[in-house]
């Protein structure tokens, strides 16, 4: 248990028959009402974008597989975190380079069915690359033909089609990746208060990320918590979920006591797998028919336990305020006994 979720013993002991979980949803869906729609911009790059306000809480809650901004951020190891320059040469392997970011021009002819590129000198310098290494990893594609002409990369694509389907090849052309990680759109060195640099990226591959040198491999951060949950383990998982719902409910400047939090991290994650809180998940998943039912698709569940024969056992909160029975929470959890010589007493 983190610091975050109590000193001591003391401070998370919950007194028996407390609503706990009731109290948790209140304490969170009441401030997520009020959240603004926004998101947030990385400084000095535009592309470098994560999810902030109520569209990321609805991303965390729903555990949706992808989040709509993945990102990561990457410490580097003691001996490489204050070299700019080897921190640099890392970064050279990260950021997607395409090949419309190292030309200056091109030259089309649709008849013919090629595509001359003329690369920029000082752009090939900058990514430590060559005509000749860009013309061979787009002969790779399967569609085209590339070799280096002098300074230029002359395309030419194999199946001759109508003038809209070449334009459409040589658009792809332009737009292919010649360098990078999978799934690595940007990144950013950035330098922190201790005179360190870390790496910021637009996109997350935890996996690959770890194959370099010079990378500390265990304190990569993600906001993708099904990658987390695949390569760091369930506890990681729960952790991100928990610290990311805290995280961006602050950003809004609202506050909310993290055991809330805590608990609902717990209860998406204690099976071992991350599910959502709705329908297809906590609530999907009830013992009982009627609190199924209460939720949502409420003839679906009446039929489907009719059908299988289930028996609700009446010990939860939701089915027993729906047939007006006493719940099992606060005094109604109560129950007293009575000595007989005790009541002779009294009389």
């Known amino acids: 248990m983190s610091k975050k979720e109590g000193k001591d013993e003391k401070s998370r002991n919950v007194v028996s028959g407390e609503a706990a979980g009731t109290l948790a949803a209140q304490s969170i869906g009441e401030p997520s009402t009020q959240m603004m729609l926004r998101t947030f911009h990385a400084a000095g790059i535009t592309s470098v974008i994560a999810t902030r306000g109520l569209p990321r809480i609805i991303e965390l809650i729903d555990a949706r597989k992808r989040p709509k901004f993945p990102t990561m951020v990457i410490t580097l190891e003691k001996g490489i975190a204050k070299n700019y320059e080897k921190v640099r040469e890392i970064w050279r392997k990260l950021e997607a ?39 061979s990893r787009l002969s790779k594609r399967d569609d085209i033909d590339a070799e280096q002409e002098g300074d230029s990369i002359k395309i030419k694509v194999k199946k001759k089609e109508g003038i809209k389907a070449t334009r459409t090849t040589f658009v792809k052309v332009l ?31 935890i996996e690959e990320m770890m194959k370099i040198d010079g990378v500390e491999k265990w304190n990569i951060y993600s906001n993708d918590q099904f990658e987390v949950a695949r390569v760091y383990g369930i506890e990681a998982a729960r952790n991100l979920l928990a610290n990311e719902l805290l995280a961006t409910i602050k950003d809004e400047g609202i506050t909310v006591s993290f055991r809330h939090i805590g608990l609902l991290a717990d209860a998406m994650t204690y099976t071992g797998e991350i599910r959502s809180a709705g329908r297809h998940g906590i609530a999907g998943d009830k013992d009982s028919v009627l609190a199924r039912a209460a939720y949502e698709e409420t003839v679906k569940h009446f039929v489907n336990a009719g059908v299988f024969g289930e028996k609700d056992q009446l010990n939860g909160v939701a089915e027993n305020i729906l047939i007006g029975k006493q719940i099992g929470l606060g005094t109604g959890r109560i129950r007293l006994a009575v000595r007989k010589d005790d009541l002779k007493k009294l009389k």
Do not use: C, W
């Open 97 to 135: 380079v395409r090949v419309r970011d190292i030309i200056k021009d091109f030259d089309e002819n649709f008849r013919a069915g090629t595509l001359t590129l003329h690369p920029d000198p000082e752009k090939l310098a900058f990514y430590e690359t060559t005509a000749r290494t860009v013309a």
């Open 175 to 205: 737009n292919s990746t010649i360098m990078g990680m999978p799934g690595i759109n940007k990144a950013l060195i950035q330098q922190n208060d201790d005179g360190t640099f870390s790496i910021t990226t637009g996109g997350s591959n």
